[in-house]
């Protein structure tokens, strides 16, 4: 199926962009102490990257209507995302437009605000027409003309052809180098029904344009999750009971019944042979970004594996963080996923996968979800519990190189660190009676997060902290997966016959067992 291939290009491009992106802001900021340096324009950049290396998708001529393999709702972190996959060409300017015949009509536009406040109305959206310089300061407003973008919105009411609509909306936080922060939400098709010429907020002619969300496309998530103050089929206000700083509910629109029972715990337990030992740490007092120096660093092959925004870089077999011994404080680059969860995250009965997890919020790729939480098993201990093995981790089975492939390719100074890798490390963490929301996240043959093994309270390399980071950019309430590694045929039950489980994750690559 046509569609589904250019889905998964559009995925694996905007993966790629957002994995190169990470990787030059990591040596961006690694050097930002340098006196007079000027940030780059990393965006740019790492789209050039892909460019050159023709990774960019719907390439041909331009579209009108709906872009193959984009849905409504999918997010994009940087305004050149919608140039890579076709959604928006131009490199700027917030109207895009195609010759038809010998007329200029409008294909996408961004739309920053500009819509009724009312969300039940929220169909509408008044749009100003560009130019005039009523956007610049310190320059003379003059009226707006009737040309380019503006003369192609106001063909486009005569031809009525779909316009695509992009709302550009300000982030929340955003680092240094990435200033010109705005998130963009595809929120589908509009058509043009007014335009009219009227004094603007500077005095001077602007041109404004009606237009009107085609009925019958999904309505965007985060409108769903503004509308409702109070959420429908809400069972469990805190499944955590507090123990969690954010409470995690959980929602169930599908039957009556209520999540599991099973004891709440934020930490990973340990059986009493083991007693993990805090390494002895390192000595940095002002934070671990002076390279070269910071022995947690040099334990990530001389580089901090986050960005300043808290994104992880890339997957590696291991991670270390810096621990309760080092000098360091709390807010250092090099201490991520021990924080805890940040987002906001719900449980959410599913139609045919039981209970499974999603975010209230937007998550940007590579920002962390979650740890799997447990009790630490030896792998044989963790065999006697077959009859009931839902919740087991098996640590070890967690490289899922394909991923984040192809960034070697793209950048040649990019290592692929294969040493140290934890394979098979004996252990499993079983999250039946204890654990946290991770016992709840699904497998997906094409999922959204990864499990990424981490160090920072002790230093056994066969018992790492599996840490769950967003591999791509994920809208509110899309549910969280990723891929259990099982081997088909492999699973066993207490007789040693095998066992088979059909998956029913949906997705267009679905190899249709999860073992
Ligand atoms: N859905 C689980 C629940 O309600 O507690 C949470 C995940 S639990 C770690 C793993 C179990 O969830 C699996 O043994 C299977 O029963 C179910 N599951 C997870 N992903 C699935 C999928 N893609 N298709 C079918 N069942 C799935």
């Known amino acids: 199926n046509d569609e589904m291939t250019t889905r998964n290009k559009v995925r694996e491009t905007l993966r790629l962009f957002q994995a190169i992106f990470r990787k030059l802001l990591q040596e961006e900021e690694s050097k930002m102490k340098e006196k007079g340096r000027a940030p780059k324009r990393i965006d740019i950049l790492a789209a050039k990257i892909l460019k ?9 001529k331009q579209i009108i209507g709906p872009v193959p393999g984009i849905e409504v709702g999918d997010e994009f972190q940087y305004f050149v995302e919608l140039n890579l996959v076709g959604l928006h060409r131009q490199s700027q300017g917030g109207i895009d437009y195609v010759k038809q015949g010998d007329k200029i009509i409008a ?10 406040n009312d969300l039940d109305n929220s169909d509408v959206l008044c749009y100003m027409g560009q130019g005039g310089n009523v956007m610049q300061k310190g320059k003379q407003p003059e009226d707006q003309k009737l040309e380019r973008g503006n003369l ?13 609509v ?8 955003s680092t240094l180098l ?22 603007g907020p500077h005095g001077k002619l602007v041109y404004k344009y ?66 993990p030992i805090p390494p002895k740490g390192c000595g940095c007092t002002k934070g671990c970004s002076e390279l070269g120096k910071c022995s947690c660093v040099m334990k990530n092959e001389g580089e ?30 090099n201490r991520v996923s021990q924080h805890g969860i940040k987002i906001q995250l719900e449980i959410f009965k599913t139609e045919s996968r039981g209970w499974g997890v999603r975010s209230l919020n937007s998550i940007s790729s590579g920002t962390f979800i979650c740890e799997y939480a447990g009790e630490l098993l030896e792998d044989r201990e963790a065999e006697e519990r077959k009859g009931n093995d839902e919740y087991l981790f098996d640590i070890g089975n967690n490289i899922d190189s394909s991923l984040w492939d192809g960034l070697s390719n793209l950048l040649p100074d990019a290592h692929s660190s294969s040493c140290q890798v934890v394979h098979e490390s004996g252990f499993t963490i079983d999250a039946a009676r204890c ?25 056994d390399t066969r018992i790492p902290h599996i840490m769950f980071f967003a591999a791509e950019n994920i809208p509110p309430l899309q549910e969280l997966t990723y891929h259990y590694n099982y081997m088909i045929d492999q699973v066993r039950d207490e007789n040693g016959n095998i066992k088979k489980k059909i998956c029913y994750c949906g997705s267009s690559e679905c190899t249709g067992r999860l073992y």
């Open 52 to 60: 050159e290396k023709g990774k960019y998708v719907n390439t041909g």
């Open 107 to 116: 294909t996408s536009i961004i739309a920053s605000g500009g819509y009724e």
């Open 152 to 164: 192609a919105l106001a063909n486009s009411r005569f031809v009525k052809n779909p316009v695509r």
């Open 166 to 173: 992009i709302r550009g909306e300000t982030k929340a936080s």
């Open 178 to 199: 990435e200033a010109r922060g705005k998130t963009y939400v595809y929120d589908g098709l509009y058509s043009v029904e007014e335009f009219k010429q009227e004094p």
């Open 210 to 275: 009606k237009l009107v969300r085609i009925p019958g496309q999904p309505e965007l998530t985060w409108k769903v999750v503004k509308k409702s103050k109070v959420r429908e089929g809400l069972c469990v206000h805190d499944i955590s009971l507090g123990k969690e700083v954010i409470p995690i509910s959980a929602i169930n629109t599908i039957d009556s019944e209520k999540p599991p029972p099973f004891e709440y715990v934020c930490h990973m337990i340990y059986p009493d042979w083991c007693r």
């Open 304 to 333: 901090i594996p986050y960005n300043h925004n808290g994104a992880i870089v890339e997957a590696k077999p291991l991670v270390y963080e810096c621990g309760p011994n080092c000098n360091c404080p709390p807010s250092c680059y």
């Open 435 to 459: 654990g946290n929301i991770g016992r709840f996240i699904n497998h997906s043959c094409s999922p959204n997060l990864y499990a990424q093994n981490v160090l920072y309270d002790h230093e």
